[in-house]
């Protein structure tokens, strides 16, 4: 909040223009729109990441029953498992494992034709956005997400050029 001593700020006059910087041919198509701002580079850089962080941690994990058959994840697993976190959010169930039942009165069939629970599971567990070797004393309280933040800045800065 401003008072009365406060000088105000100054505001530079905007010289661009304002604009969409892309075309979606199709904008009511949700995966067209999720495909122009999350591409491939996303998708490879939480696959990778998470991959990364399963091997720094795959001997603390090993008495897990879905990590003994772990596999690396591939980024078409990563877009599956992000959609069923999309979806998750409009299908509301009481706990994670009831999004694959198939007791007739919580059925969602979609979450079991798309991957398996334990495969879900393991893939949540390894799912990270850096690599934690790289921390430092000063690498900040962002570091765990900073890879995923700055994709995201550069990526609206292209997109969007605002007023």
Not at 32 to 59: C, K, R, W
Request: hydrophobic share 35%; charged share 20%; net charge neutral.
């Amino acid at each position: 909040m401003w008072c009365k001593t406060d000088k105000k700020p100054s505001n530079e006059p905007f010289l661009g223009t304002t604009s969409l910087n892309i075309v979606i041919d199709n904008p009511e198509s949700f995966v067209e729109v999720m495909n122009s701002v999350t591409g491939d580079d996303f998708i490879l850089l939480l696959t990778e990441q998470s991959n990364i962080y399963h091997s720094q941690n795959a001997e603390k994990w090993k008495v897990l029953p879905q990590t003994l058959k772990w596999s690396s994840i591939t980024p078409e697993e990563m877009r599956k498992f992000l959609g069923l976190i999309i979806l998750m959010g409009q299908v509301r169930k009481e706990n994670i494992r009831d999004y694959w039942s198939t007791d007739p009165t919580i059925s969602t069939p979609t979450f079991r034709h798309t991957m398996s629970t334990n495969r879900f599971e393991s893939i949540w567990q390894a799912w990270n956005f850096s690599d934690n070797r790289q921390q430092t004393r000063d690498s900040g309280q962002l570091f765990l997400i900073w890879p995923v933040y700055e994709y995201f800045v550069q990526k609206f800065r292209s997109l969007y050029s605002p007023k």
